[in-house]
């Protein structure tokens, strides 16, 4: 079918060539007197004829330009058909309002080729500045509509905002048991670097970061099957920027997102550039069981501290216990009594002596 088209567009062209080109060339050839020349349906025929004959040798190419044209218009996402449509139009129309000004300079070549050039340069400008500023066009729309609604909306759409997974938080996978809780709200975005990113890693020859991406793959697999929470893949990129937690600030900025990791520097970044971020570190050590000097607790010794005769325990969430004079326990289960609590970077540590020390003194 796409052939018998393109065979009548051949036709259809030809036949207009030959109605005007014929005449001219029979002019040049000094052999305008011919009758049939004068003739437009003659011309129109004999034009429609050579260009038949050149559709055997065109059309296999024509057909292949076509169907590879439109794979890449299915492929490639809406957004970035709709805002390089856009950009073309708002090119050709400064085109042709240049071209309509142009009109007026009585100059031939002028009047000729500068509309044609303009044509074709704008229209090139106008696509790629629409395609590559599509991110940034719509975060303006989606920014424009968000001032144009009232309070109630705003305090709804805060409950919903974007929550945009790091590659450390996949590879995590606490993230798909927090979503399974509940306690994240709103829409969780996977970018499609980002998904990348986990491919190259579970791809990788080093076994361990092997393991390691295609565990991300499969958290990202259960939180998209298993659990009852929205999930959408940005399939957009940011070509200027190499860094992936570069363009995941970005793309936090844009879409007015928040930002879900692990990553300590990421985080200091993110507070940096005014980006609301979530870190799963911070949420783990907030729901750890409050633990105050003089409390005591019933712990088993497992192993020997750094320090000469301390035992080293370990709560459930995996908070570490540092026992004095806890060595002789280590495998026992003994009461404890806590002496202070230490919170760093890394976590929470507890400093305990055993409780039958503090009867014998």
């Known amino acids: 079918m796409l052939k018998r088209i393109v065979q009548a567009c051949f036709l259809i062209t030809g036949g207009t060539l030959g109605i005007f080109l014929i005449p001219e060339l029979m002019a040049v050839l000094n052999a305008s007197d011919i009758t049939f020349v004068n003739n437009p349906y003659v011309t129109a025929i004999i034009g429609a004829i050579i260009f038949y004959f050149i559709t055997f040798k065109a059309i296999d190419h024509v057909v292949n330009f076509i169907k590879w044209f439109e794979e890449s218009l299915v492929k490639a996402p809406i957004t970035d058909i709709i805002f390089g449509s856009l950009g073309l139009l708002v ?10 000004a142009l009109n007026a300079i009585e100059v031939p070549i002028i009047n000729t080729v500068a509309p044609i050039l303009l044509t074709l340069l704008f229209g090139y400008l106008g696509f790629q500045v629409g395609f590559k500023k599509r991110d940034e066009l719509s975060g303006l729309f989606k920014a424009n509509k968000k001032k144009s609604s009232d309070m ?6 805060g409950k919903n905002q974007l929550k945009i997974l790091d590659t450390s938080v996949i590879i995590d996978g606490r993230i798909a048991d927090i979503c399974q809780t509940g306690f994240l709200e709103g829409t969780i975005v996977i970018p499609q670097f980002v998904l990348e990113e986990l491919q190259h890693i579970a791809d990788s020859s080093d076994a361990l970061k092997r393991n390691r991406g295609r565990r ?8 998209q099957k298993e659990l009852a929470i929205k999930v959408e893949i940005y399939e957009g990129d940011f070509e200027e920027i190499q ?7 970005k793309l936090a900025k844009l879409t007015n997102g928040v930002v879900v990791t692990n990553d300590f520097n990421l985080n200091k970044v993110c507070e940096l550039q005014k980006v609301s971020v979530l870190n799963i570190n911070d ?15 019933n712990i088993q010794v497992i ?9 080293v325990a370990y709560l459930d969430d995996g908070t570490m216990i540092v026992v ?5 326990y280590i495998g026992k289960r003994i009461d404890v009594m806590v002496t202070s609590v230490l919170q760093t970077s890394a976590g929470r540590m507890i400093f305990a002596k055993p409780k039958m020390l503090e009867k014998a003194l």
């Open 324 to 328: 004095e004079d806890g060595r002789n």
């Open 152 to 157: 109630e909306e705003e305090a709804e759409n």
């Open 243 to 249: 860094e992936v937690d570069s363009k995941l600030v």
């Open 283 to 297: 949420l783990a050590n907030a729901v750890k069981p409050v633990v105050l000097p003089g409390e005591e607790m």
């Open 216 to 223: 991300g793959l499969d958290i990202l697999n259960r939180i």
């Open 303 to 311: 192993k020997d501290g750094k320090e000469q005769n301390q035992g």
């Open 91 to 100: 090119g050709l129309l400064l085109a042709f309002l240049i071209g309509f």
